[in-house]
């Protein structure tokens, strides 16, 4: 359990995605929202998103809500990008695609470090021991590069999802176009990169290879790879839908509903884009899973067509039929 959260074939992909019931409507301050990371503690939900040096809402905003439906944004969680970033990530402007865990009474967020279209990245690791609303900066202590990735490599260090499988180990699961989605081993002391062990493949597609933003869940004797099959970031033109794959390892291999391999670019559809549907929410992608007692839901951000395409924030319940497979409503 998560405790520490256009070909042919893509347009049937697509259009035979299962009908989603409207979620309601979040009110206070849901946008703007983009890529987003949940956690629950005390009976606060703590949403982190993607943040820019020269946003006013600055880097890695923080929100929260004791309902999940009224936000409150509390401010940044950083007051200044990590002190190793340029160095490593020349150019970076911004704090992207941040996931939140815990680990004993640590909290723990991964956060990216990239310019746009580009694979010279790494990810960071962040560490506290409290979440302050009031202050959402002044508990976290960064604790440098956790994986990084070159140019002329084959795959790109960002959108980190972390989570512990069946037996307590612990992985982090990330990765942007390129070869796709891959998967590293975590030293549980310290929420690093475990030294000396391999890079496993989990996902990919077909040239341009648009897939990326993976989240890792444990349920029932599967591990369930979530993923976003094509394009974010063009406001009411967004194509980004969300698919799922599962395996019986954490390595994989996973497969679709069909039995197509997430390596083979299959993928079964959970949250179709909305493009040509006359909604007002589209581009659904960049999910996290929130899993708690009273039923999980699914976190995204979509692009309202309503307000010149701004990304919002998202949830919606996720339901499992009887053969395991997880479907938004």
Partial sequence: MRTILRSTAAALLLATAPAATAPRALTGDPTPVHDPAIIAADGVYYLFVTGHVRSSN???PLRTSTD??????RGASFTALPAWADRHVPGTAGMWA??????????????????????????????????????????????????????????????????TDADGRQWLAFGSFWSGIKLIALDPATGLRLPGTPMHSLATRPSPGAIEAPFVIRHGRYYYLFASFDFCCRGARSSYNTVVGRATAPTGPYLDRAGTPMLKGGGTPVLASGQGTGSRYVGRGHNAILQAADGDRIVYHAYDTQRNGTPTLRIQRLRWDAEGWPHAE
Wanted: glycine share 10%; charged share 20%; aromatic share 10%.
């Fill in 58 to 60: 600055g880097l890695i």
């Fill in 98 to 163: 941040p996931d939140i865990t815990k680990v004993g009474d640590e909290y723990r967020l991964y956060y990216s470090l990239s310019t746009f279209g580009k694979n010279r990245s790494a990810i960071g690791l962040a560490t506290a021991r409290r979440l302050d609303p009031a202050a959402p900066a002044a508990n976290w202590v960064d604790k440098g590069p956790v994986v990084e990735s070159a140019t002329g490599g084959d795959y790109n260090a960002i959108d980190p999802a972390a989570f």
């Fill in 68 to 73: 999940l439906n009224h936000w409150t944004l």
